[in-house]
């Protein structure tokens, strides 16, 4: 039986997991509220900034992965709000089955050209603080993940000032809600969902900066964190930043915690067996609107 | 009648002429055939999915025998026929590489090889067995491969079983040339069949060189976070941690445990996915003084050493994957060259009589004992200062083994 030290190890261990989970969660949560549609091709598109920060990184450019920030959400917004323009809004005529079909065909494409072009390799970037560690209590914990836990409260906290103290963020909230009334008060309905995707995207570049400094990639990792993050979005409630937050660190506890007392095999366990029990309790999720 | 007679000996000549073409193509088809023969070989690799990276390698490794093969007169016993290969993906799944041999059945290869990931090649070699087709594992490490009684499985390169005892013999001589600083190890094991028996078999032989296992920890593929994993380890405190996983998870692990400073006797896994080339040079604090007990090339080959200039020149990484499945390749050349034919029961019997040697990897003759070839052997390696030596065994080695590593303040 784990000790205390070890279980409050196990804890911090998790909201640092959470933290990155909550990255990749918000984006999504964000895309269903406003679009109504699972993104697909989430997963493949958080491999494409890894990529991206892998590449900055590399000489000659030698740019660190948190220096790297800004370019690569930058980048990750306009790529969301592109293939919104030209792809997906473009072809499914108005359709959210068309629009599903289409992000799944994108993830094809891109992990397959991921393949092609950077072979099946795993890549990791070399960082000089990766192995700096911070004591709390009994817990030892990489700077990198103390940084990207921060991180994801910032931007979280970040996201809601968006969506309740701009006009941008008013724009997101009316075409989430009503769409046809949206259009009637002069929204660009188009305009606005094609960026709420290059946001929803663009956490996803924030969250490979975060990321690359302890992890690697490869044409598949994408996908190793986007099936959490659909449990997180559908646990803390469709199109909520708050669940998605809550949902996040909640899912990372539970994984930790669960890997400590039955292994980190049976640990998993844990994750689908929450999920059950708030949704029996709150069919909509943690903080999800009844419709 | 004088017409008669002169249709007769009109025929006769024609006939003549006519007859000797005919026999010169329907009598001597081997001869006419083989000048345009080729022997089409089945290539079964994971090139998508989670293990993509190791089954390209595999490819890179074929493409290369294949080329040299057909470069140094293609099969000479069959009238200079050359090698085709005939590519499949099993994207890491064990239906795919199934539905792989299938179609490459239906394509008319004469034998298989693949597949990298032990639980396809066992499905996609029981498969083959049906059509009586040669199937050569180039790197699945299971036994269970080579003890199914299947007459049509070959597997040049040492299963776990062998790798496990000659690992333990190495651990255990390491370890007592230090003065046995290791008595106790945990196991970190990927849950699929080549870690889970990998990981079982060590388990149960390292009491023999004095080192008791703690724990077995195994792990899914692909795993997020292994900060649990090192959490784990450091509350045991095994004085050794041995890996067997996958690369990706491999190198997530020695870096997780790296990042938390936890102090180990030494690092040591078997057949380790990710101790490569790669790990060495991209993360050389995270990799110094790991050992790893696996396939490797003949460092004292002058082949090998050719043979790594060419696969470097290219811009990949001359790791085991590559030189495994280029010897696979090999050998099929010599069983075609033996039996002189592409037909399955002849090339069977010249694979299964096989002596079949070469100097770059550190194997003896080829002896198939129920498919198992007797004479391959893995070696004891380690990182040390951005590079990958051999420490074990003596005659193939090039650097003494640090053992314990140093430890971290």
């Excluded at chain 1, 473009?90 to 494409?109: A, P, Q, R, Y």
């Excluded at chain 1, 646990?235 to 994984?255: D, P, R, W």
């Excluded at chain 2, 059509?131 to 299963?159: C, E, H, M, Q, W």
């Excluded at chain 2, 190890?185 to 849950?191: M, P």
Aim: charged share 15%; glycine share 12%; proline share 4%.
């Amino acid at each position: 039986m784990p000790t205390s030290q070890i279980l409050f190890a196990g804890l911090i261990n998790g909201l640092m997991a959470g933290g990155i989970y909550v990255l990749v969660a918000v984006g999504l949560t964000l895309i269903y509220g406003v679009l109504h549609i699972i993104n697909f091709a989430h997963g493949s598109l958080l491999m494409l900034a890894m990529y991206a920060v892998f590449l900055l990184w590399r000489k000659p450019l030698g740019l660190d992965p948190y220096a790297a920030l800004p370019i690569v959400t930058a980048g990750a917004f306009a790529l969301g709000y592109m293939l919104y323009r030209a792809l997906i809004g473009h072809f499914s005529h108005g359709k959210d089955e068309n629009i599903l079909l289409i992000t799944l065909g994108l993830s094809i494409v891109i992990d397959n050209a991921a393949l092609f072009l950077f072979t099946g390799d795993t890549q990791t970037i070399d960082v000089a603080y990766a192995g700096r560690m911070i004591s709390l209590g009994p817990a030892l914990v990489a700077l990198p993940k103390l940084v990207s836990f921060a991180a994801a409260l910032v931007i979280c906290l970040l996201l809601g000032l968006l969506m309740t103290r701009t006009d941008i963020g008013k724009a997101i909230r009316a075409v989430a809600r009503e769409r046809q009334g949206a259009r009637l008060v002069g929204i660009d309905v188009e305009r606005v969902m094609a960026t709420s995707f290059g946001i929803g995207i663009a956490c996803l570049g924030a969250a490979a900066c975060l990321l690359m400094p302890t992890y690697y990639v490869s044409p598949s990792s994408g996908h190793a964190f986007v099936l959490i993050a659909f449990t997180i979005v559908a646990l803390g409630g469709m199109g909520s930043f708050k669940g998605a937050l809550l949902g996040g660190l909640l899912i990372g506890i539970v994984e930790s915690i669960g890997g400590l007392w039955l292994g980190e095999q049976l640990g998993q366990i844990g994750i689908p067996l929450v999920f059950i029990l708030i949704l029996l309790l709150r069919p909509t999720g943690l903080f999800g609107a009844a419709r | 009648m004088t017409q008669w007679k002169v249709r007769r000996q009109a025929v006769t000549r024609r006939g003549f002429i006519a007859g000797s073409a005919a026999a010169g193509v329907l009598g001597f088809p081997a001869v006419l055939r083989a000048q345009a023969r080729t022997v089409r070989v089945g290539l079964i690799h994971p090139v998508t999915g989670f293990v993509a990276y190791s089954g390209q390698q595999s490819r890179i490794g074929a493409a290369m025998a294949i080329a040299d093969a057909n470069k140094a007169g293609g099969i000479k016993g069959m009238g200079g026929a050359t090698l085709e290969a005939v590519l499949g993906d099993s994207q890491s799944k064990v239906e795919v590489g199934v539905s792989e041999v299938e179609r490459m059945n239906e394509a008319g290869v004469a034998a298989y090889i693949g597949c990298f990931q032990s639980p396809v090649g066992i499905a996609a070699s029981q498969a083959a067995a049906k059509y009586n087709t040669p199937f050569i594992i180039d790197v699945g490490a299971s036994d269970l491969i080579v003890n199914r009684g299947l007459k049509n499985v070959f597997r040049l390169k040492p299963g776990f079983g062998k790798c496990v005892d000659d690992a333990v013999v190495a651990l255990g001589e390491i370890n007592r040339a230090a003065g046995s600083p290791a008595k106790s190890a945990v196991l970190v094991h990927e849950s699929g069949e080549f870690g889970t028996g990998t990981a079982k078999l060590l388990a149960g032989k390292l009491p023999s060189i004095g080192i008791e296992a703690k724990e077995l920890i195994p792990h899914d593929n692909p795993t997020r976070n292994m900060d649990n994993v090192a959490l784990r380890i450091r509350g045991i405190q095994p004085d050794i941690l041995i890996m067997s996983n996958y690369v990706n998870e491999y190198t997530l692990l020695a870096r997780t445990l790296h990042q938390q400073r936890v102090n180990l006797v030494g690092m040591f896994s078997v057949l380790g996915g990710g101790f490569n080339y790669r790990l060495a040079r991209d993360l050389p604090d995270v990799a110094e003084n790991m050992m790893d007990y696996n396939h490797w090339f003949n460092p004292k080959s002058s082949k090998a050493q050719d043979l790594k200039r060419r696969v470097e020149a290219t811009g990949a990484l001359f790791t085991f994957e590559v030189y495994l499945t280029y010897n696979s390749v090999m050998l099929l050349v010599d069983a075609l060259e033996r039996a002189q034919s592409a037909d399955k029961d002849k090339l069977i019997e010249a694979l299964t009589a096989s002596t079949w040697s070469t100097d770059i990897v550190p194997y003896g003759p080829t002896r198939f004992v129920n498919g198992q070839n007797e004479g391959g052997r893995a070696v004891g390696l380690q990182v040390q200062k951005a590079d990958i030596v051999v420490v074990h065994p003596a005659e193939y080695a090039s650097a003494a083994a640090v053992f314990p590593k140093p430890r971290y303040n």
